[in-house]
Structure formats: structure tokens, C-alpha cells
């Protein structure tokens, strides 16, 4: 026979409010108690549904997810963190794909939450971004959590996940400079993601603190994707003076650099360095394996879910709630890039 929270509470010999309230992560519960109630739902293998505690409470147990992004393997990333999470506190995820550009996206996302009955919802970018979208649910007094692109957590603030991309561009700069690099390209992504941003400042910040200029010519505009990369590379290769190296604003656009320079048949890393940005699979199929910045998206989405569950609890003091938890992306070296070869860049030009 399917376990109910009356088992549970008669395991534990408590009421069942007792146990309704270790289930929601209510504060004011002992340490004791809690461990009670937790070794019984552990014992009977009690799985609350949340769909049925919708509708028996006037509580909602679903949080949503809404996301814009052509990143397949983010997006799965993202769902693995807050799926887990939502498991750990029994609560259901509605994921919704939508258009960020949508003239009626504010009124998608009102309809959203209204019907669906949300607790909560995680915001990434581009909406996280969106002053618009986080004024209209402050607005329904719906909790939300912003996973945004920076380093300082902003005064009186208390719903933001930061990834500190600028640090994690500049490494990735510095380690191409270490190698002797000093004509290095950046390819960009788009430039409404705030990240496009701070990866670009991190890059031209490791330049300047070398002494060294920033080439106009080797920033070059571009998308989240593999065809940007496609592309770029190949603007890059038809300068009279090529780099020696370029940083991709992700590994998506770092691997149709890739496949771009192979095309033209040049070698990497020993004619060109490559390095992208996430440590996404696409970093690991490529040939050579990509230099990257790690960034660890399945936990980034579950601190995420971790802070709107302390919002969304009965009675919560959100003025008290200060955890901000700041990501910053971790370099990985690999073997697309190696140390500059003196004879072989010296006076590099664009092959006919």
C-alpha cells in the first residue's frame, strides 16, 4: 500500500502537522523532531506528491522554470540542479521555453505563474537581466531567484546567484598570455547577456594589465552559437595579420572557430590557440579537447532552488535571507592551446 504522511506520523509519533512542517523546511521546528520525522520518511520510503498538496493547500508546491537559451547541454544542466533540489523538498518543476524577445513575454510570464500556481520561478539570463519581468512578479509578490552574471553581491539584494565571468575571462586571458600569446582575439556572444559583457571586460582587462593594446580588429560580434564561431574565425584568418590565439565567449563558439581554422587547414594549437568558456561537452568532443573556464551549472541551478526555497517558506524574513553564493568558473587546460612558437607566428598572414 502507497505510504501517507499519516505513517509517517504515526512512525515518528508525531501529529501530522509535525511532519507538514518538516516537509515545508519551516524554521521553527527542533533539530530533534526533525531528525525524527526525516529517519521515518527515510524508513517508509514516503514520497509526498506535490501535485496533490497543490491542490489540498493553499501553498503552492511548484516552483517554474522559464528559459531562452539555444544551449541544449545548459539547459539540461539547469534542470538536473533544480530537479534535485526540488526532490530533496518536494516540490514539482515546471520548465517553460519561451521567446525572450516576445513583445507579450511580461504577460506570458504573469499567465504562467497565475495558472500554474507557482511558489516561485528561477530566473537565468536573458530574463534574469530583464528589470521589466523581475518588476512585474515583485509586483504579484511572487518569489524569484536571478542566476546573473557579476561579482558583487548588490546592496539589499537577496535573491541572486552570481557566476563572477569577468575573473574567469581574465584567467583564461592570462593562461594565453603566460603562453606568450599577445595577438589574441575574442569572439563575442550576445550582447544583451550580461556575460557577453563581463567576459569581454575580464579579457581586455588581462591585456591592459600586461601593457598591452586591444586590437579592435580582434573583437568580433557575434551569437551564442557554433555557426558564430564558423564565422568569426573566419574573419579573423583574413586579416593581414592573424592572431595567434583566440578566446571564444563560450566553447560552442570556440568549436566552430575549430572547425573553421581545420577547414582552413590550420593546426591547433600549433598555428592557433583555442580556448572557450563553460566547460560544456562541447569543449570535450572537439579535436583538440578545448581549453575552458569550468563552470558548474547543475549547482549553480541547485543554490539557486536552495535560495527560493528559504523565500518561499511561511513566515520567511527575506530582509534576513543574505546568501548570495558567488561561482567563479574554474580554468581548465587542455590541448587546444600551447605555448606561442616564436619561427611560426612571428609574422603570421592570413594563408592565400
Not at 505510504?3 to 511532519?19: E, Y
Not at 537581466?129 to 518569489?143: G, T
Not at 568532443?285 to 543554490?303: D, E, F, G, R, V
Request: overall charge neutral; proline content about 7%; some cysteine.
Amino acid at each position: 500500500m502507497k505510504v501517507t504522511i499519516n505513517d509517517v506520523a504515526k512512525q515518528a509519533g508525531v501529529s501530522i502537522k509535525t511532519v507538514s512542517r518538516v516537509m515545508n523546511n519551516e524554521p521553527s521546528v527542533r533539530k530533534d523532531t526533525f531528525d525524527k520525522v526525516m529517519a521515518a520518511i527515510n524508513e517508509l520510503h514516503y514520497q509526498p506528491n506535490a501535485a496533490a498538496r497543490n491542490l489540498a493547500s493553499t501553498r503552492s508546491y511548484s516552483i517554474g522554470y522559464i528559459y531562452d537559451n539555444p544551449n541544449a547541454y545548459y539547459i539540461i544542466d539547469m534542470q538536473k540542479g533544480l530537479l534535485d533540489s526540488c526532490k530533496k523538498h518536494g516540490y514539482e518543476l515546471l520548465i517553460h521555453p519561451t521567446n525572450a524577445k516576445s513583445p507579450g513575454i511580461v504577460d506570458e510570464v504573469k499567465e504562467l505563474v497565475t495558472k500554474s500556481r507557482l511558489a516561485g520561478l528561477i530566473l537565468t539570463p536573458p530574463f534574469s537581466e530583464m528589470p521589466h519581468i523581475a518588476e512585474a512578479l515583485e509586483d504579484m509578490k511572487v518569489d524569484f531567484v536571478r542566476i546573473v552574471s557579476g561579482s558583487t553581491p548588490s546592496p539589499g539584494v537577496h535573491n541572486c546567484v552570481l557566476i563572477d565571468d569577468f575573473t574567469a575571462a581574465f584567467k583564461i586571458t592570462n593562461h594565453l598570455l603566460e603562453l606568450g600569446h599577445t595577438d589574441i582575439a575574442f569572439l563575442c556572444g550576445d550582447e544583451e547577456h550580461s556575460s557577453s559583457g563581463e567576459r569581454l571586460a575580464g579579457f581586455k582587462a588581462a591585456l591592459t594589465k600586461r601593457g598591452l593594446t586591444v586590437n579592435p580588429k580582434y573583437i568580433v560580434p557575434g551569437h551564442y552559437s557554433f555557426e558564430s564561431g564558423v564565422e568569426g574565425a573566419k574573419k579573423l584568418m583574413a586579416l593581414p595579420k592573424r592572431p595567434s590565439a583566440v578566446f571564444a565567449c563560450n566553447d560552442e563558439i570556440a568549436a566552430g572557430a575549430l572547425f573553421s581554422a581545420r577547414l582552413m587547414n590550420i593546426r591547433i594549437p600549433d598555428e592557433l590557440s583555442i580556448a572557450g568558456f563553460e566547460n560544456s561537452p562541447f569543449s570535450r568532443q572537439t579535436w583538440p579537447p578545448l581549453t575552458t573556464a569550468h563552470q558548474p551549472n547543475s549547482t549553480i541551478a541547485s543554490q539557486a532552488a536552495e535560495l527560493l526555497f528559504k523565500h518561499t517558506r511561511p513566515n520567511a524574513n527575506k530582509a534576513q535571507i543574505q546568501a548570495q553564493p558567488v561561482f567563479i568558473p574554474e580554468l581548465l587546460v587542455r590541448e587546444s592551446t600551447s605555448p606561442l612558437d616564436g619561427e611560426k607566428s612571428s609574422n603570421q598572414s592570413a594563408k592565400p
